[in-house]
Nanobody, 118 residues
Framework: QLQASGGGLVQAGGSLRLSCAAS????????MGWHRQAPGKRRELVAIFKSGGSTNYADFVKGRFTISRDNAENTVYLQMNSLKPEDTAVYYC??????????????WGQGTLVTVSS
């Protein structure tokens, strides 16, 4: 189960920090990160931690957003700075891994709305 929080309304140029905590039976998390879906658009990757600790960022957030994590708490954070109106979307946390060796999971959080006003 993924619990996301931290969305809200912010003016352009402002900042927000999203959090996502994974709970339940988890043996290993191989990837965990954030996607977003704007009205009328497809869901797209924002930033993600992959197995081994590498990170991927979408080009449109590079230099503005930073993903970080607390492995002990199975939590990832997304620090969003210099927000733009086009960042307005529902942000979804995603995690994939195994609940037991050989038994995979792929979970999505409930989504948190980020609204950036111009």
């Amino acid at each position: 189960q993924l619990q996301a929080s931290g969305g809200g309304l912010v003016q352009a140029g402002g900042s927000l920090r999203l959090s996502c905590a994974a709970s339940g039976s988890i043996f290993r998390i191989n990837a965990m990160g954030w996607h977003r879906q704007a009205p009328g658009k497809r869901r797209e990757l924002v930033a993600i931690f992959k197995s081994g600790g590498s990170t991927n960022y979408a080009d449109f957030v590079k230099g503005r957003f930073t993903i970080s994590r607390d492995n002990a708490e199975n939590t990832v954070y997304l620090q969003m700075n210099s927000l733009k109106p086009e960042d307005t979307a529902v942000y979804y946390c995603n995690a994939a891994g195994t609940v037991y060796p050989g038994i995979p999971f792929n979970s999505w959080g409930q989504g948190t709305l980020v609204t950036v006003s111009s």
